[in-house]
């Protein structure tokens, strides 16, 4: 079963830093997501990207945010000068046509200290 | 306001017993699907429903897709501790990049 790899699993960073997240998505897949979840809250999405551009990106996904798909197997999320309450699990999902086959990833855990 | 308004939030029962969660809007969607997801891991797609009406069974899951495709809910029946988990509605906007818009949830635990 092709799977949606992420890495690292946990992150902690301090606040004002910036980190990257990382996204494997399945080979043959053509549209990228990221999605986050704070604890307890729901999962929210963030932006989706395809043909190496942003497609839709929510309000939540400003200038705070950047995502590149710097080569052809990885897709990256950075989050600069974080802040705490960007601490949340951050999803990656991918699928091949926009629609129905959505596959996530196991998710990094960022804390924001 | 919720898009997706989820039902119950919470719900705690006995192995054996039978369960319905419910995903309500007021909008029509052409599309809506169901996700499960374990603690510490992504959502897992489980069914996606398209027509008004439309049921589909997955072992002892059933999911059906109400006649004016504004929502859609989940039958157990005779539960197990491994459906434990979250399960979750979520609604394609596929104009708008395959963005999913998710409910917020009904944690299900299945006690023995």
């Known amino acids: 079963e092709p799977e949606v790899t992420q890495t690292p699993s946990h992150q902690v960073t301090q606040m004002g830093q910036e980190v990257i997240l990382r996204c494997v998505p399945i080979?043959?897949?053509?549209?990228f997501y990221w999605y986050r979840q704070i604890l307890g809250q729901k999962v929210e999405f963030l932006v989706s990207?395809?043909?190496?551009?942003?497609?839709?990106k929510s309000e939540i996904f400003d200038d705070q945010f950047s995502v590149e798909r710097p080569d052809g197997s990885n897709f990256t999320l950075k989050i600069r000068s974080t802040k705490l309450e960007d601490s949340a699990m951050y999803f990656c999902?991918?699928?091949?046509?926009?629609?129905?086959?959505?596959?996530f990833g196991s998710g990094t855990r960022l804390t924001v200290v | 306001t919720q898009l997706l308004e989820q039902s119950p939030q919470f719900l705690s029962i006995q192995e054996g017993e039978n369960l319905t969660v419910y995903c309500n809007s007021s909008?029509?969607?052409?599309?809506l699907q169901w996700y499960r997801q374990e603690p510490g891991e992504g959502p897992v797609l489980l069914v996606t429903?398209?027509?008004?009406?439309e049921v589909k069974k997955l072992k002892r899951l059933t999911f059906q897709f109400g006649d004016a495709r504004k929502d859609s809910s989940l039958h157990i029946t005779a539960a197990q501790t491994g459906d434990t988990g979250l399960y979750l509605c979520?609604?394609?906007?596929?104009?708008?990049?395959?963005?999913?818009?998710f409910g917020q949830g009904t944690e299900l635990s299945v006690k023995p």
């Open positions: 999902a991918s699928s091949y046509r926009g629609r129905n086959g959505y596959t």
């Open positions: 080979s043959n897949h053509l549209y």
């Open positions: 990207f395809y043909n190496n551009e942003i497609s839709e």
């Open positions: 909008s029509v969607f052409s599309s």
């Open positions: 429903v398209v027509t008004g009406g």
């Open positions: 979520a609604v394609p906007f596929y104009n708008q990049g395959g963005k999913l818009i």
